[in-house]
């Protein structure tokens, strides 16, 4: 991502019995990464939002990196897609 930042994500929501076609997001950015302190303050705060409120970050406190996108285009299936012609 530093000699590129160009990059593409992409998200399957969860299956739905029966649908012919499971939806999917697909976005367009473009990646900065950038060494931080706060790095595994961010990964601890986070891991207490999605793993448990009593989980913490299982890695050694350090510097690390954050990596943040700039969304230029979204595609795929879904409320979220443009329409298609």
Do not use: Q
Request: with cysteine.
């Amino acid at each position: 991502m530093e000699r590129d930042p160009r990059v593409v994500l992409s998200f399957d929501a969860p299956r739905v019995p029966g649908a012919f076609l499971n939806e999917y997001a697909v976005l367009r950015a473009r990646a900065t990464v950038r060494p931080s302190e706060d790095a595994w303050d961010l990964l601890d705060r986070l891991a207490r939002v999605y793993v448990a409120p009593d989980a913490g970050c299982p890695r050694p406190k350090g510097p690390g990196y954050i990596t943040r996108y700039s969304v230029e285009r979204v595609g795929g299936v879904g409320p979220w897609a443009p329409p298609s012609h």
